[in-house]
């Protein structure tokens, strides 16, 4: 196991690497992960560099990375150790996209990670292995699962990444919204369709969530329905 892994798993069985030479460790691992999280909730992820984290410990980049390894395998121990599931593990969808959407709302910049950058830690793995049991609890058919768990994980990073973007807005930023939704007369007789949706919310900073309940519930629905 490399030693990416072992600190992934530090929490799971794995023994942390030591260095080979040099002083004894002076530093803890999850104060590290923690003080790098708060930066990036506070600035964004561009804002977190090994020397801006170090730097929070009076150390440089290069005293960091007996404890990280280099910037990739930072934020990936960022992302597993951000998205640690709830006390009370959900039980049912509905809990379970609730909680996700929380944690991506708490920590908007986990959105902005790509999939192909999963961060093989068992943080992650809970929340898979999570919603497989409440679909396996649900009788979901075998065949339907995958498509499910796509579903599920693709919109409540969407929702959540759309309710994060919604709380940046600033009453200048709505009211621009509002003049250019306004701006063109005829847009009702363009296009009578978009006009005539009914919203989920009657205020929109509450709409990406209450999407998200709205496609749940069909989910579920059709989860429901026997094979054809």
Same mark, same amino acid.
């Given at each position: 196991?490399?030693?990416?892994? @072992? %600190?992934l798993?530090?929490? %799971?069985? /794995?023994t942390?690497? !030591?260095?080979? %030479?040099?002083?004894?460790?002076? #530093?803890?691992?999850?104060?590290?992960?923690?003080?790098?999280?708060? #930066?990036?909730d506070?600035s964004? #992820?561009?804002a977190v !560099? /090994?020397?801006a984290?170090a730097a929070r410990f009076?150390? /440089?980049?290069?005293?960091?990375?007996?404890?990280?390894?280099d910037?990739?395998?930072l934020l990936? *121990?960022?992302?597993?150790?951000?998205s640690? *599931?709830?006390?009370e593990?959900?039980t049912t969808l509905?809990?379970?996209?609730t909680?996700l959407?929380?944690v991506?709302?708490a920590?908007?910049w986990? !959105?902005?990670?790509?999939w192909?950058?999963?961060s093989?830690?068992?943080?992650?793995?809970?929340w898979?292995e999570?919603?497989?049991?409440?679909l396996? @609890?649900?009788?979901?058919?075998?065949?339907?699962?995958a498509p499910a768990v796509t579903?599920?994980?693709?919109t409540?990073?969407? /929702?959540?990444q759309?309710?994060?973007?919604?709380?940046?807005l !600033?009453p200048?930023?709505?009211?621009?919204w509002?003049a250019r939704?306004t701006?063109?007369?005829?847009?009702?007789?363009?296009?009578?369709?978009?006009t005539? *949706?009914?919203?989920?919310?009657?205020?929109w900073?509450?709409a990406?969530y209450?999407?998200l309940m709205?496609?749940?519930d #069909?989910?579920t629905?059709g989860?429901r329905q026997?094979?054809s």
């Amino acid at each position: 196991m490399d030693d990416h892994l @072992r %600190r992934l798993w530090r929490h %799971r069985g /794995t023994t942390l690497p !030591t260095p080979r %030479r040099g002083p004894r460790q002076q #530093l803890d691992l999850d104060a590290i992960l923690d003080a790098a999280i708060a #930066l990036a909730d506070a600035s964004g #992820l561009d804002a977190v !560099t /090994t020397r801006a984290v170090a730097a929070r410990f009076d150390k /440089t980049a290069m005293a960091l990375y007996p404890y990280v390894g280099d910037k990739e395998n930072l934020l990936a *121990l960022m992302q597993d150790h951000a998205s640690a *599931l709830p006390a009370e593990v959900p039980t049912t969808l509905r809990d379970w996209a609730t909680a996700l959407f929380e944690v991506y709302l708490a920590h908007p910049w986990l !959105t902005e990670r790509s999939w192909a950058q999963g961060s093989q830690g068992p943080h992650e793995q809970d929340w898979m292995e999570a919603l497989l049991a409440i679909l396996d @609890r649900s009788e979901v058919p075998a065949e339907s699962r995958a498509p499910a768990v796509t579903m599920l994980y693709a919109t409540t990073r969407a /929702t959540a990444q759309t309710a994060a973007a919604y709380r940046r807005l !600033t009453p200048a930023d709505e009211a621009a919204w509002v003049a250019r939704a306004t701006a063109i007369p005829d847009f009702a007789a363009r296009y009578p369709h978009s006009t005539r *949706l009914v919203p989920h919310s009657g205020d929109w900073r509450d709409a990406p969530y209450a999407g998200l309940m709205a496609a749940v519930d #069909l989910l579920t629905a059709g989860l429901r329905q026997p094979p054809s």
